[in-house]
């Protein structure tokens, strides 16, 4: 039966012979329910409102949906910088967004029992016993940087690790290299820095560091730059910026790397922050509409307790056509 067209009327029982008479009155009392006509009215009524309020509740939620897409997401972007759009046009003119490729350095061993650097020489290492699960610290706050800065010009970008990049990969695309040779690997096997190349100091002092070499010394610039030695606390480090030609002219790869994860922090935050960048470009000679092309830098960086807190360009390169 309709919900609400019954009641239920209780009575004590009753001798057996008057069941029956009472099982009649009851269902007679039911139809007379039943066929009320107001009965039927207010039931009516009440599909009526429920209907008319579905309906309302559909268009309120069309409404706010709508809405909320034609809304942007999270907080208001402000424009980014003249300087931000002339040093990083190639990489945000294009179709497809930039790959940031981040060192991934080959260890052996296990961070309980103590890790190293993987050494090929002389069979010392099995490749089998290859670790590639950890990068720097200052490569995740390099990451970090460069997404904000991307995001102020309104792309994103594609964030891979070196050891699973291609060399496909870096025909087709746009490339930022987080993190130096002694890590990215694949900077190895591509065109990179002519002028500044990071090398492993193979006699003096400081043998087996990793520096940055100036191959063709001008006047008042060093032989070779290096940080702070490995057994003493961290100070001083020194950095590499860099747009140079890649596997596929029309694509651009720039290499922002230092001796240590803290000087890749550093430069990845020099090209991250206006001042730095006008400073870069002044360096440079480059206008702040104007065309960048390829060019070599080298920083200086003052560390303080782990975190870069000064950088200024000791020397710089540009490209001959």
Known sequence: MPKGTYVLSFHRREASSSRLPAIAVHAQHAGEIATDPKAGRNWKVGFGVLSALLTLALIAIAFLLATRNSRPTGQI???????????????????????????????????????????PVRDRDSRDQILEHYTGVGEVLAIHALDRTFGSLRRQIRVKRG??????????????????????????????????????LESGPRKGDLAIVNVHPQAGEADYWIGSPSHANLTEDYSVIALVRGLNPAKS?????????????????????????????????????????????????????????????????????
Do not use: H
């Open 77 to 119: 972007v402000e424009p980014a910088p003249q300087v931000f759009e002339t040093f990083w046009k190639n990489f945000v003119s294009g179709p497809e967004e930039p790959w940031v490729i981040f060192s991934n350095g080959a260890f052996v061993g296990r961070p309980e029992t103590g890790m190293r650097y993987f050494d």
């Open 163 to 200: 050891s699973l990049l291609s060399l496909d990969d870096v025909k087709n695309n746009d490339m930022i290299f987080v993190g130096s040779p002694a890590e990215n690997l694949t900077l190895r096997e591509i065109p990179s820095t002519e002028d500044f190349l990071f090398r492993t």
């Open 253 to 321: 790869v720039l290499i922002l790397a230092g001796t240590t994860t803290i000087g890749t922090q550093a430069a990845v935050e020099f090209v991250c922050q206006q001042d730095s960048l006008e400073a870069l470009l002044r360096r440079l000679q480059i206008a702040d509409n104007g065309e960048l092309k390829p060019f070599e830098a080298v920083l200086r960086v003052k560390v303080t307790r782990g975190v870069p807190v000064e950088s200024d360009i000791v020397a710089s390169r540009v490209a001959k056509p």
